[in-house]
């Protein structure tokens, strides 16, 4: 079963353009990771932000998460056609949770150079 | 830099035959997750392992899929018999973290095709 559900499924947008992509979940959760996989290999992680925090920065990248709205966004800035991949954000459920992290559809991004 | 290590990376294989897919985390992890990937999805969980022990196996199909970690570190996941819906990518990934979920580590993955 999938928890995160990302929006949009598939974005193309050309070189420097910013990426936005949202993803939400449905229970509470300890922390949401993102995730980007290359086509045909495994993923890579980008960034994790803990429940009690709003905002957190990494190089280009921008995630937000809003506990009562079940939401966060990933912000890719300046974007770049290497930046091609698929999009993965991943929730790791509330207290009493063994570790386990649900990850949902994705979003699929193609950069145009 | 370490890397968690899976093989084959490409498996093509006949239904009702058996497959075997090999992983080692990376030293020192020792949480060890399988996860099922169908073309255009997310990884979906198979089985947790903390250490040597299975810590969550709810969504693994036990009539015909098996796993083991029997030594707490390289794990092996096993289906007998392969049927069409089993082609997807298999990935493992490790943690050094457990209750507070931190960074997973994926391998490459394994890709299954079943004819």
């Known amino acids: 079963s999938q928890q995160g559900e990302e929006d949009p499924q598939a974005l193309s947008i050309q070189e420097g353009e910013n990426a936005t992509m949202n993803c939400s979940y449905k229970t509470s959760i300890n922390n949401l990771q993102w995730y980007r996989q290359n086509s045909g290999r495994g993923l890579v992680h980008l960034i994790l932000?803990?429940?009690?925090?709003r905002e957190k920065h990494s190089g280009r990248l921008r995630v937000t998460l809003d506990t009562s709205k079940k939401s966060s966004s990933l912000l890719i800035t300046a974007s770049r056609a290497a930046d091609t991949a698929s999009y993965f954000c991943?929730?790791?459920?509330?207290?009493?949770?063994?570790?386990?992290?649900?990850f949902g559809q994705g979003t699929t991004l193609q950069v145009k150079p | 830099e370490a890397e968690v290590a899976q093989s084959p990376r490409y498996k093509i294989t006949e239904k009702s035959q058996a497959v075997a897919f090999w992983c080692d985390p990376i030293s020192g992890h020792a949480t060890l997750y399988w996860y099922r990937q169908i073309l255009g999805q997310g990884p979906e969980l198979l089985v947790q392992f903390q250490d040597e022990s299975v810590v969550d196996d709810s969504q693994l199909p036990k009539d015909r899929f098996s796993a083991e970690r029997l030594k707490g570190v390289d794990s092996t996941l096993k289906i007998q018999p392969a049927e069409l819906g089993d082609s997807a990518m298999y990935l493992c990934?490790?943690?050094?973290?457990?209750?507070?979920?931190?960074?997973?580590?994926f391998g490459e993955g394994s890709r299954l095709t079943v004819l």
């Open positions: 932000i803990r429940s009690n925090e």
């Open positions: 990934a490790s943690s050094l973290a457990t209750w507070n979920t931190g960074e997973l580590f």
């Open positions: 991943a929730t790791d459920l509330g207290s009493g949770n063994t570790g386990k992290l649900i």
